[in-house]
């Protein structure tokens, strides 16, 4: 089985902390509590971004609570790295958990290939384009043409920590949207359908709650999308030179 489940809780986070805790305790789970990153409380953290590679590589600035997101993943990633792990589940702690998740980490536990992350949701409102592998036990293991966005739910090995450490020494994106470029750097990220975690919307992200970014001009709106399409192209570029290599 999983060797140790993690849930990113902000200490202040109360109420999410109480609602992972009771879907936990119903399906008879255990959980480590790893702390969100506030770059108030620790500014000396804002370290890890690099304003030069968000300006080639993003279309905006990061906000404190993107930076700490990262940061607190980053954090999950270290503990199974520092203590020898296996393999994790990570959520984040406005996860709505189904009540087959033994099923599902079984599941994975059993996988004969090799993976980095296994992907347990998928909150795009329009779903990725995915390649059916194989199924096993009922469930379909799938591939990605661009990994979905959210860090919501997902299990990850302990040689993928390791990669996502070495590769995260400096950020310049969002976590989710780093994961993909990853993927061109050998990050091996699978998802299981049907998914069997969703998101709470019911909460607030607390990204949005501290989110530290200043309201931007008609032009400077612009030329963000302009580079967003730039860069769109860019990755579309990168994965159809990626799968002719591989032969994907």
């Not at 739910?153 to 302990?158: C, G």
């Given at each position: 089985m999983i060797s140790k489940a993690f849930v990113i809780n902000m200490p202040s986070s109360y109420e999410?902390?109480?609602?992972?805790?009771?879907?936990?305790?119903?399906?008879?789970?255990?959980?480590?509590?790893?702390?969100g990153v506030d770059l108030k409380l620790e500014p000396h953290l804002k370290d890890f971004y690099s304003v030069q590679d968000n300006i080639k590589n993003f279309y905006y600035p990061l906000s404190d609570g993107e930076i700490g997101c990262f940061l607190a993943h980053r954090n999950v990633w270290k503990r199974i790295v520092e203590n020898e792990i296996n393999y994790g589940l990570v959520l984040e702690d406005d996860a709505l958990v189904s009540d087959d998740l033994k099923n599902v980490l079984e599941v994975i536990d059993?996988?004969?290939?090799d993976w980095h992350i296994i992907k347990l949701t998928e909150t795009n409102l329009k779903p990725r384009r995915t390649k059916n592998l194989f199924n096993i036990d009922g469930y379909d293991?799938?591939?990605?043409?661009?990994?979905?966005?959210s860090t919501c739910?997902?299990?990850?090995?302990?040689s993928g920590a390791e990669l996502l450490l070495s590769l995260s020494i400096k950020i310049s994106r969002p976590i989710d949207i780093e994961k993909q470029w990853y993927v061109f750097k050998g990050l091996k990220i699978f998802g299981l359908k049907p998914y069997t975690v969703s998101q709470n919307f019911k909460f607030v992200s607390?990204?949005?709650?501290?989110?530290?970014?200043?309201?931007?001009?008609?032009?400077l709106k612009i030329k963000r999308n302009i580079k967003r399409i730039l860069l769109s192209l860019e990755y579309r570029l990168k994965k159809f030179l990626y799968d002719l290599k591989n032969n994907i």
């Open positions: 999410r902390l109480n609602a992972i805790s009771s879907q936990f305790k119903k399906l008879n789970f255990t959980f480590e509590i790893v702390p059993n996988l004969k290939i293991l799938v591939s990605y043409y661009k990994p979905p966005a739910a997902y299990v990850i090995s302990r607390e990204i949005d709650r501290i989110k530290s970014r200043k309201e931007i001009t008609s032009s």
